[in-house]
Structure formats: C-alpha cells, structure tokens
C-alpha cells in the first residue's frame, strides 16, 4: 500500500466551522447538561421567593419617617439578585470548565479549530439565555413582589420614573456576572478556582475597602459590581457614591469584554 493511499484527504469544509454551525454545537450543549436547569431552576426560585419573602414583611404602619422616605418597591423585590447572580456565575465557569475537565474541549477545538471563535460562539449563545431567563424572571419577580406587597404601603409600577430602567438591569446583571464567570473560567480552566475567582471579584473588594478611609471607599465602590447593581435596581433614591445607571451598566459591560478578552487570550496561547 502506497503512501499516498494511507494519505487522507481533508474535506474542504472539514475543520472550517463558520460562528452559526460552532453556535449551534454550543447551544446544544449547554442545553444538554443538567447543571444549565438546576442551576437556572435556583436562579428561578432565588429570585421569585425571596421578592415575595421580603415584600410580604413589608409593615408600612410601623415603618419610621425615615424608612418611609427610603422605601423603595422596586429594589426590594430583587433580593433575590444576591443568590442570582452567584448562581449565574457559577453557570458561567461550568459552561466552560467542564469541557476542560472531562476532555470534550478537545473534541471541539478539533471541530473548530478556530479558538477565539468558538469562546465567542459560546459567549454569545451564554448570553442570550440567561439574558432571556434574567429578563422573564426579573419582571416576575417584581410583579411577584408588588403583589406579596399590603396596603397601603407605595407599590411601584412600570411607568412611575426609574422603574422600567431598574427592573430591565435587574434581568441583565446576571448575565454579565456569568460571562465574567466564563471569561474568567477560560483563563483558570478548574471549575473551583474560577468560582472562586467569581466571588472573589465580588466580594473581596468590598472587604478590602473596610479598614480604609471613607473617602476611599467611596472612591473606589463606585467602580465594584455589586454596588453598581445596587445602584441599577433602585428606583427613589440614589446610591450614595455611585456612578449612574447607564455609566455603571457600561463599565459591567466592559468588566465582561475584558474577561472575555483575556479568556481568549488564554484558549489561543495554551494547550488543551
């Protein structure tokens, strides 16, 4: 048998996966694993039992002035956002990091070989999900939580100022979590290092900020996820030191770009 008759031909497309084929491979698994609907099924109930939880101990009639002045309906209705995006995030590093740990990653990279590609594919199919189910259960929630609501405590309602805004960032700051959280697991590739990372990038900082001066930390918790959401979900009165919500939401989104970004470094320059 000659050399060239143990010579196989490449097909010409094989290996050359455009971004919808490489989607789809991506949409199917992350449908396929179970940990996509219990960790979204915990994303569900976080959000929806705690807003009725909360908004039902709500007692107007003994509330101070000062409470009165600073209630606010909508913030209120997601504090289940606490659990969320912790449960988003951790989807986020699994979306990835269980490919690296049971091999398939290099079953995917043979597929495409196009690494950066297949990180985007992935992000983009990451995105729109949990976007969709933040979105559906952020307003499910709020609704939940003015209902759980008893007079004659304000209730708030889609069209009173700021509401709209909050609850339409309520839906999408998880999702921004779980693309750092991918970003993130791209770069660690071990599921417990990169979750660790997440909370870290969460709530580390603000610990870090305690022993310092109140000028500092009100300098630097303006530019920190966790109280740029604060800021985003509420609708009567401003968080002090905060950047606004528009502002805020663009440096989240640029805190994922760069997660991202330095995940497909990371995929492009080291080995499967």
Same mark, same amino acid.
């Given at each position: 048998?000659? $050399?060239?008759a143990?010579?196989?031909?490449?097909?010409p497309?094989e =290996?050359h996966y455009?971004? &919808?084929?490489v989607a &789809?491979?991506?949409w199917l698994?992350?449908?396929s694993v179970?940990?996509t609907?219990?960790t979204?099924?915990?994303?569900?109930?976080g959000?929806?039992a705690?807003?009725?939880?909360?908004?039902a101990?709500q007692?107007?009639t003994?509330?101070?002035?000062a409470?009165?002045?600073?209630?606010?309906? $909508?913030?209120?209705?997601?504090v289940?956002?606490?659990i969320?995006q912790?449960a988003?995030g951790v989807?986020g590093v699994l979306?990835?990091t269980?490919?690296?740990?049971?091999g398939m990653i290099r079953a995917? !990279?043979?597929a495409? %070989?196009?690494? %950066?590609?297949?990180?985007?594919?992935k992000?983009?199919?990451?995105?729109s999900v949990?976007?969709?189910?933040g979105?559906?259960?952020?307003?499910?929630?709020f609704?939940?939580g003015?209902a759980?609501l $008893?007079a004659?405590? %304000?209730?708030a309602a889609?069209?009173?100022p700021?509401?709209?805004?909050?609850?339409?960032m309520? =839906?999408?700051?998880?999702?921004?979590i779980?693309l750092?959280g991918?970003?993130?697991?791209?770069?660690?590739?071990?599921?417990?290092?990169?979750?660790s990372a997440?909370?870290?990038?969460l709530f580390v900082?603000?610990?870090i900020?305690?022993p310092?001066?109140t000028?500092i930390q009100?300098?630097?918790r303006q530019?920190?996820?966790m109280?740029?959401?604060?800021?985003?979900?509420?609708?009567?009165?401003p968080v002090p030191?905060?950047?606004p %919500? =528009?502002?805020? !939401?663009?440096?989240l989104?640029l805190y994922?770009a760069?997660?991202?970004a330095? =995940?497909t470094w990371a995929?492009? &320059? &080291?080995?499967a």
């Amino acid at each position: 048998m000659t $050399t060239a008759a143990l010579t196989r031909v490449p097909s010409p497309t094989e =290996g050359h996966y455009g971004f &919808r084929s490489v989607a &789809r491979m991506e949409w199917l698994k992350l449908r396929s694993v179970r940990s996509t609907w219990w960790t979204l099924l915990v994303f569900a109930a976080g959000m929806i039992a705690l807003a009725i939880l909360v908004m039902a101990q709500q007692h107007w009639t003994t509330m101070s002035a000062a409470d009165r002045a600073s209630f606010d309906p $909508t913030n209120n209705s997601f504090v289940g956002l606490i659990i969320g995006q912790l449960a988003i995030g951790v989807l986020g590093v699994l979306a990835i990091t269980t490919e690296f740990s049971s091999g398939m990653i290099r079953a995917t !990279f043979a597929a495409a %070989p196009r690494r %950066p590609l297949v990180l985007a594919a992935k992000a983009a199919v990451f995105a729109s999900v949990t976007l969709a189910v933040g979105e559906v259960l952020a307003f499910a929630a709020f609704a939940a939580g003015q209902a759980a609501l $008893t007079a004659p405590a %304000p209730h708030a309602a889609l069209g009173q100022p700021g509401v709209l805004r909050a609850v339409l960032m309520a =839906g999408a700051y998880p999702a921004l979590i779980g693309l750092i959280g991918l970003g993130l697991g791209a770069v660690i590739r071990h599921a417990a290092g990169a979750i660790s990372a997440v909370v870290g990038v969460l709530f580390v900082p603000q610990l870090i900020l305690i022993p310092l001066g109140t000028s500092i930390q009100n300098a630097a918790r303006q530019f920190l996820p966790m109280p740029i959401a604060a800021n985003s979900i509420t609708a009567v009165k401003p968080v002090p030191h905060s950047l606004p %919500p =528009g502002l805020g !939401f663009a440096l989240l989104c640029l805190y994922a770009a760069a997660a991202l970004a330095a =995940g497909t470094w990371a995929l492009a &320059r &080291r080995d499967a």
